[in-house]
């Protein structure tokens, strides 16, 4: 990375390169102008290529943590009420008002957390449309605010104002320092680099080449001929518990499937996540069955027909301009 900074204003928070802008030619010598969109694409055509968001969506160890700590703030309830029913609350009113609020944050929190696992949407998909040389992301806005109405919400970017980038994420898990990156859209405003909105197509990836090649890859079929690009048979989104249970011991998942998502990784990625996540089975394991629960609850994700009209709309429009 020879950048120290990034040429989009704002800058993102989470900034770690620019990547080629999207009508950049493809340089068949670079590892990173590759095409290859890993197991993300649900369909793809002439007309459209719809890239999923699936593996962006963590909602196992979200939901586990928040029903566990409910159990326990439940068991709670007795010794608490003892405490105020024996007029302690009197004698320290402040740590009384204190362990009160903390106590409601606390509830907040935890309805937070189970909210978003169970109502994020199962998928959040993004298409990608070559007539009209638009691009259209389903979005899932949660508020801090448990209690109100969280909604799904259309973004529409147009590609000759989209600029890519890669996010990087880092931090200390408690155990290890990880490192993570994603592939971040930004629509900006026409002829300049100063950013309208932002959307993360890919995130929790381990290494940025991978996300170069998703790059090249959308780029290559918006710009070019879809015949370049290999033929992909689109990988299995629906809910399944073996998958879910298996996602962090892809060793161990010797189906067609797990040989596809073997393919996909590095070796070196296999064994370390695998070598990590064994000794940790006792959270891990649980928190893939959370995972299937939380898909379970989680609503189908669906374009909205106004959407769809206006894709046939734009598509017509093109094709009559072309």
Sequence with gaps: MAETRSK???????????????????????????????????????????LSRVTSIQRGFGLMFGIGISIGFVAMLPFLAEIYADGKPQESPFMASFLMVVLLVLVVLLIHMIKRAIRTPLDLPVLFDRNSQKIFALEYLAKPNPFVRWKTVIKEFDWSCVEAEVGKIAGYNGKTYSVRYGLILAQCEQGTTKVEDRIILKQDVGGPLVLHKMWAYIRCYMNERPE???????????????????????????????????????????????????????????????????????????????????????????????
């Design 8 to 50: 989009l204003q704002p800058q993102s928070p989470y900034w770690y390169e620019d990547l080629p802008s999207p009508t950049a030619a493809l340089d068949a010598g670079k590892k990173g102008d590759q095409p290859d969109p890993g197991l993300d694409v649900r369909y793809i055509d002439a007309a459209v290529c719809e």
């Design 228 to 322: 370049r690009l290999r033929a992909i048979k689109p990988f299995p989104r629906d809910v399944n518990f073996r998958r879910c249970v298996l996602e962090f011991y892809p060793l161990f998942d010797r189906t067609a499937e797990g040989k596809r998502i073997r393919a996909s990784m590095h070796i070196v990625e296999q064994v370390l996540l695998t070598v990590f996540c064994v000794p940790l089975f006792w959270l891990f394991l649980p928190a893939g069955v959370f995972e299937y629960i939380g898909q379970r609850l989680a609503p189908k994700p669906k374009w909205p027909a106004e959407v769809i009209s206006q894709i046939a709309a734009l598509r017509a429009q093109a094709t009559n301009g072309a």
